[in-house]
Structures are given as C-alpha cells and as structure tokens.
C-alpha cells in the first residue's frame, strides 16, 4: 500500500516541499540550464503532434467510407485515448516545467493522478505513482500494464504471422489469391503500432520492475536522466501512431492531405469527398448511358 496521505500530499500549493523528497527537489533545481527548454519543447511537440494527428485520425474515419470498418474502431479508440492525455495533463506538465514546480493546486494533481498516476515526482515535472512507495503495488502495475498486454499481444501476432506465411505459400499456387493486399497493409501497420508502443514503454517498465524488487539498492542507482528519458519516451508514443497510419495506410495518407487542403477552402470539408462512395459511381455506367451508347453505334 501508498504511504498514509499520499493523495492527500500529493502536491501542496506551489509544489515545492511537503512531499519528504528534498534530496530530488534539490536535484531538480541543480540541473543544467538547458534541460528546461528541451523538455519543454519535446512535450510541446508531442502535445500538438498528438493533437493535430488524433483529430486527423478521428475526421478520416468520420469522413471517409473506405475507413469505416471494425479494424479502425480500434484505431479511433486509441486516437481518442491519446488526445486525453494530450488534451490534459500534458499542459499541466507543461506548466510545472515552465515554473520549475507544481503550481496548480492539490486538485489538480488528483485529477491528473486518475490519468497518470499517484503523485508529483519533480524529476518529471508530473503526477505519477511512486515506485519505492509499493513494491507490490509497482510489480502489479507492470505486470497488468504492461507484461501481460505485450504477451497477449505478441502471442495473437506470433499467430498470425504464421497464418500469413501458409496463406501466401498457398497463394503461389492458386490462381486467386485469399490474402488481400490491403489485409496484409492494415495488419503490418497494426503490427508496427504494437512495435513501436513496445519499444516506448519497456525502458519505463522495466525500471519500475528492476526498482520494485530491491527498492533500496536499485533505486539510487537509476541515473536521473535515464528515468527522464523513459518517461517522455511514454510520453512520446501518444503522438506516433497517427503518423504511422499516414505513412503505412494509402487511405489514411489520402485522407489526410483532403482534411489539411479543405483548411484552405472550408467548403470542401463539407463536400462528400470520400471516394468510397464516388469511385464506384464513376467506375460503373449507369443503365440509361449503357443504351444511349448502344443506340449510337446501331445507328452508325
């Protein structure tokens, strides 16, 4: 369990003090000059990149009937997932970078904590669990958080690597194949989603784990700025999936130079530019052209 108070301690007005961790308060106050204006910056980065990409997202699907499928429930979800955090404590974050602090309010840390965590940790300038407070606590957090979601996950895809692979020795084969190119698409992206939050978040993981089995010896030895890294690492990752739909899906990338181009003439939002619904139009004639065209070449 959280020491006594945690909640209620969590961040007195001004944050500076009244939580017991003088020794990293002053360790954040002697810090190089410079270590201010880049995490600020690579949050503001992350913040709009989230924000400009997620709604991006959420506008694509909204807009285009060629990305309206059960697969991209999943994608919107996770969209929306990111623009929450974007949308609220990042800023908060932020604010506490600009003034070396929290400043908010005890409230605020509250509401933040259901999003990020427990409590202010002025190394990372955020509301987030402490790992030396629980070390069951910190275990089962990783595990639930992320060791069980990554095996599950990299068990369905071991799967479905393997139905891959016997479904395009068949196809050589056969004449027609059962594996669309578009499926094969949409699974690699998803597979490269899944890669890349991986990657994000094991650094982050994995110290809370190495910290929670021997608290007392492992903790000094985590060098800060490794522990600053795998934080914003985390935090990066809410801001790289709308990229990676860009730049692996054809339809996402379509989509979203539609969206930024309507920016310039607002009326073409309006207009149903989704060529799911178009494209068919124009590739099948109607009957009435089919019998004028008919009629003119009886006629010659």
């Known amino acids: ?19 017991g961790w003088a020794g990293r308060e002053a360790a954040a106050a002697r810090r190089p000059a410079w270590v201010c204006p880049a995490l600020s910056s690579v949050l503001i980065f992350t913040t709009v990149v989230d924000i400009v990409g997620n709604l991006l997202v959420v506008v694509s699907v909204f807009k285009n ?46 509401l933040s904590g259901f999003v990020m965590g427990l409590k202010y940790d002025p190394r990372i300038y955020s509301c987030t669990f402490v790992q030396t407070a629980s070390s069951y606590y910190t275990i ?3 595990i639930i958080h992320f060791i069980v979601p990554i095996t599950i996950v990299s068990f369905c895809y071991f799967r479905i690597w393997i139905l891959v692979i016997q479904v395009r020795r068949r196809v050589k084969s056969e004449i027609k194949p059962r594996l669309k190119p578009s499926d094969f698409r949409n699974f690699l992206t998803m597979f490269v989603v899944f890669v890349i939050f991986a990657f994000c ?28 890294v795998s934080y914003f690492m ?25 969206i930024l181009m309507s920016l310039w003439m607002p009326r073409l939002f309006f207009q149903d530019t989704s ?13 009435a052209l089919n019998n004028n065209d008919q009629i003119k070449t009886d006629t010659l």
Request: charged share 15%; aromatic share 12%; glycine share 10%.
């Open 1 to 19: 369990m959280l020491e006594n108070g945690s909640l209620r301690n969590c961040c007195e007005l001004g944050g500076r003090g009244g939580f």
């Open 65 to 110: 009937r060629k990305l309206r499928n059960s697969g991209n429930a999943f994608v919107v979800s996770l969209a929306l997932a990111d623009l929450v955090v974007a949308l609220y404590p990042y800023p908060l974050v932020l604010l506490a970078i600009f003034h070396n602090g929290w400043s908010l309010g005890e409230m605020h840390c509250k």
């Open 140 to 142: 089962a957090v990783v």
């Open 201 to 228: 978040w094991a650094p982050l993981n994995f110290i809370g784990l190495a910290v929670a089995i021997n608290p007392l010896e492992m903790a000094p030895k985590i060098p800060e700025w490794l522990f600053v």
């Open 234 to 258: 985390a935090y990066f990752n809410s801001c790289l999936n709308a990229i990676i739909y860009g730049l692996l899906n054809q339809n996402f990338r379509k989509e979203y130079k539609r």
């Open 275 to 287: 060529k799911g619904g178009t494209e068919g139009q124009k590739s099948k004639p109607s009957p």
